[in-house]
Nanobody, 119 residues
């Protein structure tokens, strides 16, 4: 069984920084795409940043230049460094990955971590 576990959410003032981490565990042969989505109250879940299987990193326009997604393949982890946080960034942030395990390639979600931006 593959699990994704996030950590690092919390409360920060506007302009502040947070780092989210996501660790994949279980029987993992390889991880293809891995990244982050977020969902604010009353809104649809949206892609924030992801590493693609082709080695590219994609960001939603609203976070470009502020957020950095980086991955540690040896530890099956991905981190989202969030700088210059804005009032429109609060949401539950979810880790997502396409993982190849004994049962083929499947998509997995973490449980989510809350990010709150408030003065």
């Amino acid at each position: 069984q593959v699990q994704l576990v996030e950590s690092g959410g919390g409360l920060v003032q506007p302009g502040g920084s947070l780092r989210l981490s996501c660790a994949a565990s279980g029987t993992i042969f390889s991880i293809n795409d891995m990244g982050w989505y977020r969902q604010a109250p009353g809104k649809q879940r949206e892609l924030v940043a992801t590493f693609t299987s082709g080695g590219n990193t994609n960001y939603v326009d609203s976070v470009k230049g502020r957020f950095t997604n980086f991955r540690d393949n040896a530890k099956n982890t991905v981190h989202l460094q969030m700088n210059s946080l804005k009032p429109e960034d609060p949401a539950v942030y979810y880790c997502n990955a396409n993982v190849r395990s004994w049962n083929g390639v499947r998509n997995y979600w973490g449980q989510g971590t809350q990010v709150t931006v408030s003065s």
